[in-house]
């Protein structure tokens, strides 16, 4: 791609207007801006009758190493570690200068803050499972998502599952964040230090769940580890999350496989206790052992048996 010396001006695409690659001369039609960050602006567009997200930025050398994420994503066997790459190319804008972009899968869904709150705490830890999975397979590929937070995450349909649509923080282990948002970012809250490394994410993973329940976010006050504490302690309902999240904060948790295994294991001992108290309500023995065996798994399937089930068919 191209790189111009000048410096070049910040780019607006409009509703409507069309972006061309310089090179592949694939034509998008831009639908509506997505969102826009320090890196560039993302757009909803649509290309042979289907919607994509096109990235477009100033800085071709960031868009480069974006697109050198998603290219390492694709080669992860058995996971979809973000949206898939579609393109890449330049556009000359109106103006004269040259802009680089890459075009990527739309992920169409939820806020999470909103699936959450419209369906419910329980859906959570199923889709965490799922979520540090993914992010196990990311760091054994060598990278760090860096700038994870509630605005760099959907919630997919078809089936429910957590994903990240923007890229622009990923950065090598060991090498120093290259973005991060104050409120999810470890060193600012004086719990560790800005490498790149697991554990960075795993911090911030637990400051996307606080931040499902404290939407204005709060301040770190004279006690950062403290008021965090505090906040989980007053949010969080199940006392196995709130320990979870204790560890990650404090760095007690070194990998995302962690996390999933843990939150496993409780899920699968609130099955069995809710299938030994459903066991107990049977009337007679004649009654238990007529009692089909399928039927008996609904019939016992709390809240966190469904996510056992989901966890068990879907990931």
């Not at 238990?288 to 039927?295: K, Q």
Request: hydrophobic share 35%; aromatic share 10%; net charge positive.
């Amino acid at each position: 791609m191209n790189t111009q010396t000048l410096k070049k001006p910040d780019i607006h695409i409009s509703k409507g207007q069309t972006v061309t690659g310089k090179w592949h001369k694939k034509s998008y039609h831009v639908v509506k801006e997505l969102g826009s960050g320090a890196i560039g602006t993302v757009y909803l567009c649509v290309y042979q009758n289907v919607q994509v997200a096109l990235k477009v930025s100033k800085q071709s050398h960031s868009i480069t190493s974006e697109v050198n994420v998603l290219k390492a994503f694709k080669k992860v066997q058995g996971h979809s570690l973000g949206p898939s790459l579609i393109d890449t190319d330049d556009y000359i804008a109106p103006n004269g200068y040259v802009y680089s972009f890459y075009v990527m899968e739309y992920i169409s869904g939820d806020d999470l803050p909103d699936f959450i709150n419209r369906n419910g705490q329980e859906w959570l830890i199923t889709l965490l499972i799922g979520f540090a999975k993914d992010l196990q397979a990311l760091h054994d590929q060598g990278y760090v998502f860096g700038d994870l937070k509630t605005d760099n995450l959907i919630v997919s349909r078809r089936p429910a599952k957590l994903k990240w649509v923007d890229v622009g923080g990923t950065t090598l282990q060991g090498r120093a964040i290259k973005e991060y948002t104050e409120f999810y970012d470890r060193a600012y809250w004086q719990m560790g230090t800005r490498k790149a490394d697991p554990g960075y994410d795993l911090f911030a993973l637990a400051m996307v769940v606080l931040r499902i329940f404290y939407p204005d976010g709060f301040s770190k006050g004279n006690n950062p580890r403290k008021t965090l504490n505090q906040k989980i302690q007053l949010a969080i309902r199940s006392e196995s999350l709130k320990k979870l999240l204790i560890k990650m904060i404090n760095g007690e948790m070194n990998e995302a496989i962690e996390v999933k295994d843990y939150l496993l294991e409780d899920v699968m001992k609130q099955t069995h206790h809710t299938h030994v108290r459903q066991k107990r309500l049977v009337p007679d023995k004649q009654t238990e052992t007529s009692y089909h065996p399928f039927l008996e798994v609904f019939s016992i399937l709390s809240v966190s048996g469904l996510c056992y089930m989901y966890v068990t068919l879907f990931l």
